[in-house]
């Protein structure tokens, strides 16, 4: 096959941040995706719904002149969110879903919930009025291997939320092991996930073997290849409950490259032709239109995207950077080349 023809793709997890770097980085996506969930992991955090409108207003702002994107927010759950807040989010046009951190699990984390049992009463909120809770899986106590940190999470807190809020919609975002997708896969159909092209196409060796990898390195960190093959096999599987959320995290390449890097990969530049590549590893192209433009919409109970997008096989090379200055990033596969391009 050397030209694959989809409906308009979305994005159910992305990183636009603020600023310089989101008007160096919006026009990526917006090239791609008809819609993105908007993590609201910013300094300081998104936390309510009029915050999040701003935020949208300075997205649209940013964006290039003619394009067709939505930007879909979300809030970041803290331990101080009213309860009240749950309401305007299930009334809001434009806010979609809260998102849940434990507290220094990740980029931006700090202001996350520490006791997550404590915020029962949100879930329960949640639940009533229909409002997804987005979670980044992974428990954050030292005493926890950092490898091993996803599935610790499912056990010791995934599992008792699920039971407790039968009805919640959850998104358990970028699975990255065999465990979590079995999780997912037995879990009721209310119970999505989304899958990274980071994790279909690379295991641990990406960031240690033959040197140290910065911008290999994300979070949930990249585990081993058996994982990798059972992330595979979930998107090959056509099962509607795994669905595309890039994670696309951009930092400056000044802040990966440093001997305290952050975490976190940018792909906005190439996701979808790094998940046709991933797609086609397993010879599965012919699952990847439900995975990027279809499942994710039906979990959301938001319309399918009207119109469609042309993956041509191309050679292409890729750039070693982008944006200017100390807002400069380095993509994922800088300065290599990729078979897939999205057609003009
Ligand atoms: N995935 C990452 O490694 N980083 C994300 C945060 C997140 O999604 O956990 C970021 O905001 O940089
Ligand atoms: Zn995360
Ligand atoms: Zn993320």
């Given amino acids: 096959m050397d030209k694959l023809t989809i409906s308009r793709p979305d994005d159910w997890h992305l990183h636009l941040r603020s600023g310089a770097m989101l008007r160096t980085v919006v026009g990526h996506t917006a090239r791609q995706f008809a819609r993105a969930i908007v993590m609201p992991n910013l300094k300081p955090p998104v936390v309510t719904v009029e915050q999040a409108l701003r935020y949208r207003d300075e997205i649209l702002q940013a964006l290039p002149a003619g394009a067709d994107f939505q930007p879909l927010m979300t809030l970041y759950l803290t331990g101080n969110t009213p309860i009240a807040e749950v309401e305007k989010v299930a009334k809001s046009e434009h806010v979609h879903a809260f998102k849940l ?43 926890y291997d950092i490898f091993d940190r996803e599935k610790i999470f499912l056990d010791t807190q995934l599992t008792g939320i699920v039971r407790r809020f039968p009805a919640l919609r959850i998104v358990v975002e970028h699975l990255t092991t065999r465990e979590a997708v079995q999780f997912v896969g037995e879990a009721p159909a209310h119970v999505g996930a989304t899958i990274t092209p980071q994790h279909l196409l690379y295991n641990r060796n990406a ?31 056509g099962n509607p409950k795994f669905f595309l959320g890039t994670d696309s995290a951009p930092h400056p390449t000044a802040a990966k490259e440093t001997s305290c890097g952050c975490a976190g990969c940018y792909s906005a530049h190439a996701a979808l032709e790094l998940y046709a590549e991933a797609f086609e590893q397993i010879g599965a192209l012919d699952k990847l239109e439900g995975f990027a433009s279809q499942f994710g919409a039906d979990f959301y109970g938001l319309p399918r995207n009207v119109g469609t997008i042309t993956l041509e096989k191309r050679t292409w090379a890729l750039p070693e950077r982008y944006g200017e200055a100390e807002h400069t990033l380095t993509p994922l596969r800088a300065g290599e080349t990729l078979n897939w391009r999205v057609a003009d």
Avoid: W
Avoid at 102 to 109: D, E, I, K, L, M
Avoid at 125 to 142: C, N, Y
């Fill in 101 to 143: 951190y434990p507290a220094g699990a990740t980029t931006n984390s700090d202001a996350g919930v520490a006791n997550i049992e404590a915020a029962y009463p949100l879930f329960e909120a949640m639940e009533k009025f229909a409002v997804p809770l987005l979670v980044h899986g992974e428990v954050t106590a030292a005493e």
């Fill in 207 to 237: 960031i240690l073997a033959g040197g140290i990898r910065p911008h290999f390195y994300c979070l949930p960190v990249l585990k081993r290849e058996h994982h990798r093959q059972a992330l595979l096999e979930a998107v090959g599987s």
